[in-house]
Nanobody, 126 residues
Framework: QVQLVESGGGLVQAGGSLRLSCAASGRTFSTYTMGWFRQAPGKEREFVSAIDWGGSSTVYADSVKGRFTISRDNAKNTVYLQINTLKPDDTASYYC???????????????????WGQGTQVTVSS
């Protein structure tokens, strides 16, 4: 398994941008499909985006398409989530997750990911 540490969260005004990072330990990062999920207070954890192990394919939740961009740098063992045009509804704790050779169609289900970070808080003020 890999250990994951998120960073980059913060308090921003609506319309602003953030870039979240998730640093992974281990030498096999390039074999893991990486995902981002978020959880708002009182709500269930929801899928945001995922990227395959090679970085060639991505998927997004409908609610974030066109505003969020996932990317990865396997040389740095890091996955990113660029968030633009932030909305108050984006306020949540954001978690990255790793799934060994996980097929992208399975990434919307959090139960398919074995490794999780501790989360980074994103708060958007109106």
């Amino acid at each position: 398994q890999v250990q994951l540490v998120e960073s980059g969260g913060g308090l921003v005004q609506a319309g602003g941008s953030l870039r979240l990072s998730c640093a992974a330990s281990g030498r096999t990062f390039s074999t893991y499909t990486m995902g981002w999920f978020r959880q708002a207070p009182g709500k269930e954890r929801e899928f945001v985006s995922a990227i395959d192990w090679g970085g060639s394919s991505t998927v997004y939740a409908d609610s974030v398409k066109g505003r969020f961009t996932i990317s990865r740098d396997n040389a740095k063992n890091t996955v990113y989530l660029q968030i633009n045009t932030l909305k108050p509804d984006d306020t949540a704790s954001y978690y990255c997750a790793a799934g060994l050779l996980l097929a992208l169609p399975r990434t919307r289900n959090a139960a398919n990911f074995r490794s999780w970070g501790q989360g980074t808080q994103v708060t958007v003020s109106s």
